[in-house]
């Protein structure tokens, strides 16, 4: 028996699967587009408008228009319209991600593209396959006042953060500046700090941002711009989806990433787990290598990653969160007492769980000051804390 394979739950899936088996079967066939793309007889009884709608939320309307080919007109037909969105919306980012980089390129500021630019420029025949809502760029930190400039000259405006979010708070978690610009098409861009961000990655982790930047490679499509290498995008890839997005938004998406990732580029499983296991991620990562096994499969990965999963344990109380069949629902796990369950059963090591409880109620004095705007005591951040619990 596999050591990633799944246990029965009592979840139900929603939508228009009738057993993870047959999404299993569909979602290979994504994954290897163009090779291989002849539809399972198993998914052709699935409701077809149901299956569309599916596809459109998880945002693979246009990856499954162009595997289902002619062998399905009735779902093309059905999808058409959102890979016409698709299509002049891909268009539009490009075109913003060739002036950004163009900009930063004649400032002498080196970017690396992040996220949907990077992966639909690379593992995909066309960018347009691989949707993305904004672009993302990693700058050192050294440069990001100057091409703040820059951008801010070419019409972009600071995005008004959220209160509890400022910007020096950002900036400490290794998190991004969101700047947009209004028109016609209106336009947003991220500039982050690092690849990985968040006080959960600040405070349980020790991901080597340096190596990640030293080992960083050409991005085709972009003049003078970058991509993270095959082994730190994998683990980008999936410590997001993990960690930032929950399981939840694109999950699936994100798992057709890193398939995608392992045949167009090649990924080295055993460097993957040997970082993964360094950096403190080896939780997140296995977790979601697991989910990557079972409901797409990728050959030669599952006999590399033994040294960086869990407890048997800890996969139980996991799989009371996060199973195949939850992601397929798209069943929301960022809210409330799940939320905090689920990061706490993704740390590596206990004690770095013991120091995420204790720094939400006890933070450090830098985040203090970064949070309030100035220099301020445990108590006022904890009588918020209780006031929030109140309302």
């Known amino acids: ?50 299956l569309a709608a599916w596809l459109k939320r998880a945002d693979l309307g246009p990856l499954a228009y162009a595997a289902s080919g002619l062998g399905w007109p009735e779902l093309t037909r059905l999808l058409q319209p959102d890979v016409y969105s698709a299509m002049a919306e891909m268009s539009l980012r490009l075109n913003n991600v060739r002036e950004i980089s163009g900009v930063l390129s004649e400032a002498g500021i080196p970017a690396l593209w992040l996220k949907g630019v990077a992966l639909g420029q690379t593992i995909y025949p066309e960018a347009w396959l691989r949707t993305m809502s904004d672009v993302d760029v990693w700058l050192p930190e050294e440069w990001m006042a100057a091409a703040l400039t820059a951008l801010q000259r070419r019409g972009y405006q600071m995005h008004a953060g959220r209160e509890e979010r400022p910007l020096a708070l950002q900036q400490l978690s290794q998190g991004e500046i969101k700047l947009t610009r209004s028109g016609e098409y209106p336009q947003l861009v991220e500039l982050h700090w690092g690849p990985l961000a968040g006080w959960w990655m600040a405070r349980t982790t020790a991901v080597d941002s340096l190596a990640m930047w030293a080992r960083r490679e050409s991005l085709p499509g972009v003049p003078g711009g970058y991509q993270l290498e095959a082994v730190d995008m994998t683990l980008q890839v999936a410590v997001h989806l993990a960690i930032n997005h929950g399981f939840q938004a694109g999950a699936v998406r994100g798992l057709i990433d890193l398939a995608r990732l392992a045949q167009q580029r090649g990924v080295d499983w055993g460097e993957v787990a040997e970082r993964a ?115």
Request: glycine share 8%; hydrophobic share 45%.
């Open 1 to 50: 028996m596999s050591a990633f394979s799944h246990v029965s739950t009592q979840q139900s899936l929603t939508g228009p699967w009738p057993d993870v088996a047959t999404a299993r079967s569909f979602l290979k066939v994504l994954a290897a587009y163009p090779a291989g793309s002849v539809l399972p007889e198993a998914v052709r009884s699935v409701d077809v408008q149901t």
């Open 277 to 391: 296991a360094a950096w403190r991620v080896g939780t997140a990562v296995s977790t979601v290598l697991e989910l990557l096994d079972q409901l797409i499969g990728v050959a030669g990965m599952e006999e590399k990653l033994g040294g960086i999963r869990p407890s048997a344990v800890r996969r139980y109380l996991l799989r009371r969160l996060v199973t195949p069949e939850s992601v397929l629902a798209g069943r929301d796990v960022r809210q409330g007492w799940q939320r905090y369950a689920l990061l706490l059963l993704l740390v590596d090591r206990p004690r770095d769980a013991a120091r995420l409880l204790w720094r939400t109620v006890w933070p450090e004095a830098a985040w203090l000051a970064a949070r309030y705007g100035e220099p301020t005591g445990h108590g006022r951040h904890l009588w918020r804390l209780v006031r929030r619990r109140a309302v």
